[in-house]
């Protein structure tokens, strides 16, 4: 039983490893073309701006960069996939093997950012955003107690289970009138900008 629980800790560090790689991988692909402002895809600036860039020797050298570090974790997935690599790891790793699996291919995508520099992204946070992280947990959670309490049944185990991690997330929260205010003025900002007419729009 004890070298059992030993593996607990190894398959979450994996788990929160792949979540955090996750998230930032989202963040990199989703939010920087919605943020960056340029110009509409498909318009004669757009295609003037690939022409150029295309023609620039440094641009050339970020793209080889950039292709270089995708194969590495296309590599680096597809290699420990195949059969051969999972018997080897299954072998001197044994229910750590996915586990392994799940790290390594986390730390590809690392090894990715940090050449790229994206660097912590709370940093990029303004201290009222941060305030406002310390005082509640990751919204992801709400797709946890989903999962522990939308069940056909619930047994003694399970609403155990759902009772104390229930109670875990709540007692995290406590929101106060400068939270709410500062949620507020970023519900209004965010409508604002929803409500702007497209750049490059049809006339």
Do not use: I, N
Request: glycine share 8%; proline share 5%; hydrophobic share 50%.
């Amino acid at each position: 039983m004890a070298p059992a629980l030993l593996l607990v800790p190894a398959a979450l560090a994996a788990f929160v490893l792949a979540f955090g790689t996750g998230v930032e991988f989202v963040r990199f692909t989703s939010l920087r073309p919605l943020l960056g402002g340029g110009p509409e895809s498909g318009g004669p600036v757009a295609r003037q701006g690939w022409v150029a860039a295309l023609q620039d020797h440094s641009t050339l050298a970020a793209l080889a960069w950039d292709l270089g570090l995708l194969l590495l974790f296309v590599g680096q997935h597809s290699l420990m996939a195949t059969e051969t690599v999972k018997a080897w790891t299954s072998r001197y790793f044994g229910v750590l093997q996915r586990s392994l699996y799940v790290a390594c291919t986390a730390l590809a995508l690392q090894v990715y950012y940090h050449v790229l520099g994206l660097g912590e992204p709370l940093a990029l946070k303004s201290p009222r955003a941060l305030r406002l992280f310390s005082h509640l947990r990751h919204p992801v959670c709400v797709e946890l107690l989903t999962v522990l309490w939308v069940v056909p049944t619930l047994g003694t185990d399970r609403l155990l289970l759902a009772l104390l991690l229930t109670l875990y997330l709540g007692l995290a929260h406590g929101l106060d009138q400068q939270d709410l205010r500062y949620l507020r003025a970023q519900l209004q900002r965010k409508l604002h900008l929803l409500s702007q007419p497209q750049d490059g729009g049809a006339e």
